[in-house]
């Protein structure tokens, strides 16, 4: 069903850039704002361009890359928000964010999408493309999903790819994500509060947090002899270890670096090999259970162990 859908949204495409009298070997095609205006599937996108006041730059010289999403993801966002349709469009400081985090800047194509790696909007913040099967799948700031569904539309400013689900910018940074998605990681922000790491990683950063789940911090309790309360009570261990799992920067799973030292906050080094498993400075391995879990002010990899700098 889904494979007919998008051989049927392609020839639509199609037929949309030629009836506006454009396409890649017409070198007159309409615009962007042109585009979604003429296509049916876009009537909303085309009301909260106008209602955001971006339609003039949208038809502007560019070139922009649009990721354009369809009525019915706009349908699916307003349940998704408990919103109707005219309180989105009146809220132009939410719709001028929502709609230039579907805009980039310059033409990209599908065939140059970078793949793993930070895309960075113009409204700022980041999303991620990743190939799922034969699927592109983007990934918001929010870890919200959302699947390319027709690509390479060519306008006269850029270029057109049609998404089945509205991005949304990061509303959370690194330690409300951990508070977030408790209680997998509800020792972790137990720690970074007793270190008073809690402004830090708040902070505009970026950062890459390796982030120990409760079980890891269980299993570090055991190897050290130690209770809970004594580990979150010697606040200068607790400083040192968890500066250990802070990477200065963004790095996503695409980039980590395989088999070269990578140096932490704190000022020692780990090392990742080919399986994702982290190698520290006493010789003890930790997995990379999960990846790219993006906010706003970095990204998390969730580990299973707690890794420890040299004693």
Same mark, same amino acid.
């Given at each position: 069903?889904?494979?007919?859908?998008?051989?049927?949204?392609?020839?639509?495409?199609?037929?949309?850039?030629?009836?506006?009298?454009?396409?890649?070997? /017409?070198?007159?095609?309409?615009?962007?704002?042109?585009?979604?205006?003429?296509?049916?599937?876009?009537?909303?996108?085309?009301?909260?361009?106008?209602?955001? /006041?971006?339609?003039?730059?949208?038809?502007?010289?560019?070139?922009?890359?649009?990721?354009?999403?369809?009525?019915?993801?706009?349908?699916?966002?307003?349940?998704?928000?408990?919103?109707?349709?005219?309180?989105?469009? &009146?809220?132009?400081?939410?719709?001028?964010?929502?709609?230039?985090?579907?805009?980039?800047?310059?033409?990209?194509?599908?065939?140059?999408?970078?793949?793993?790696?930070?895309?960075?909007?113009?409204?700022?913040?980041?999303?991620?493309?990743?190939?799922?099967?034969?699927?592109?799948?983007?990934?918001?700031?929010?870890?919200?999903?959302?699947?390319?569904?027709?690509?390479?539309?060519?306008?006269?400013?850029?270029?057109?790819?049609?998404?089945?689900?509205?991005?949304?910018?990061?509303?959370?940074?690194?330690?409300?994500? &951990?508070?977030?998605? &408790?209680?997998?990681?509800?020792?972790?922000?137990?720690?970074?509060?007793?270190?008073?790491?809690?402004?830090?990683?708040?902070?505009?950063?970026?950062?890459?947090?390796?982030?120990?789940? /409760?079980?890891?911090?269980?299993?570090?309790?055991?190897?050290?002899?130690?209770?809970?309360?004594?580990?979150? &009570? /010697?606040?200068?261990?607790?400083?040192?270890?968890?500066?250990?799992?802070?990477?200065?920067?963004?790095?996503?799973?695409?980039?980590?670096?395989?088999?070269?030292?990578?140096?932490?906050?704190?000022?020692?080094?780990?090392?990742?090999?080919?399986?994702?498993?982290?190698?520290?400075?006493?010789?003890?391995?930790?997995?990379?259970?999960?990846?790219?879990?993006?906010?706003?002010?970095?990204?998390?990899?969730?580990?299973?162990?707690?890794?420890?700098?040299?004693?």
């Amino acid at each position: 069903m889904f494979d007919w859908f998008k051989r049927l949204a392609a020839l639509s495409a199609l037929a949309l850039v030629a009836a506006c009298g454009g396409g890649d070997d /017409d070198p007159h095609p309409g615009n962007i704002v042109q585009i979604a205006q003429a296509d049916a599937r876009f009537s909303i996108l085309a009301e909260a361009v106008v209602a955001a /006041d971006l339609a003039t730059t949208l038809a502007g010289p560019g070139p922009f890359t649009v990721f354009a999403p369809t009525n019915d993801a706009f349908a699916a966002l307003l349940t998704e928000l408990g919103l109707t349709k005219a309180q989105l469009l &009146a809220d132009k400081p939410l719709l001028t964010a929502v709609l230039q985090y579907h805009v980039l800047s310059g033409t990209v194509r599908k065939a140059a999408v970078p793949l793993g790696a930070a895309i960075s909007p113009l409204e700022g913040g980041i999303f991620k493309v990743d190939s799922v099967g034969a699927d592109l799948v983007i990934t918001d700031g929010r870890n919200r999903t959302s699947t390319i569904v027709v690509t390479d539309v060519a306008a006269a400013n850029g270029v057109i790819h049609a998404v089945n689900t509205v991005l949304l910018p990061a509303d959370r940074n690194i330690v409300q994500t &951990a508070v977030a998605s &408790a209680p997998e990681f509800g020792i972790l922000v137990e720690a970074v509060t007793a270190a008073g790491l809690v402004d830090t990683l708040s902070g505009p950063g970026p950062f890459t947090v390796f982030a120990p789940t /409760d079980a890891a911090f269980a299993a570090l309790l055991v190897e050290l002899g130690v209770s809970k309360a004594q580990l979150l &009570a /010697d606040t200068a261990l607790l400083d040192k270890v968890l500066k250990y799992h802070v990477v200065p920067g963004r790095v996503l799973k695409a980039g980590v670096p395989v088999g070269a030292p990578i140096t932490t906050v704190q000022g020692e080094t780990f090392s990742v090999n080919a399986s994702l498993a982290i190698t520290d400075q006493r010789g003890r391995t930790a997995n990379i259970v999960a990846t790219d879990v993006l906010t706003s002010n970095g990204v998390i990899h969730v580990i299973d162990k707690v890794i420890l700098p040299a004693p």
